[in-house]
């Protein structure tokens, strides 16, 4: 049974920084397309970043570029979301995701995805 298991959120002020994590079980995310979306409260789930296959490129929604990092550790099977200069605007509850069957036109949707996290809470008070 293959799980994502996302940690690392809290509660925190604007102009910090937090490092999510998704650790996975079951499966190798060495050579998936890892992904995070967030959702916050009353809006849909939306794309923040991913890191394409097993190469080296990401793609970044342009609200978080330059403030976010997205990273994969194959030796842990684990994927990281490191945010910088965090905003009140990214307070939502952030989800990791996995899938083997990703294309480049598919990355930013999240029903492209085949395995998710149960989400961690980020909250960014002003």
């Known amino acids: 049974q293959v799980q994502l298991v996302e940690s690392g959120g809290g509660l925190v002020q604007a102009g910090d920084s937090l490092r999510l994590s998704c650790a996975a079980s079951?499966?190798?995310?060495?050579?998936?397309?890892v992904a995070w979306f967030r959702q916050a409260p009353g809006k849909e789930r939306e794309f923040v970043a991913a890191?394409?296959?097993?190469?080296?490129?990401?793609y970044y929604a342009d609200s978080v570029k330059g403030r976010f990092t997205i990273s994969r550790n194959n030796a842990a099977n684990t994927a990281s979301l490191q945010m910088d200069s965090l905003e009140p605007a990214d307070t939502a509850v952030y989800y990791c995701?996995?899938?083997?069957?990703?294309?480049?036109?598919?990355?930013?949707?999240?029903?492209?995805?085949?395995?998710w996290g149960q989400g961690t809470s980020v909250t960014v008070a002003s």
């Open positions: 890191l394409f296959r097993s190469g080296s490129n990401t």
């Open positions: 995701a996995a899938s083997s069957t990703i294309i480049l036109s598919s990355l930013r949707r999240a029903e492209s995805y085949q395995y």
């Open positions: 079951g499966r190798t995310l060495r050579r998936d397309t």
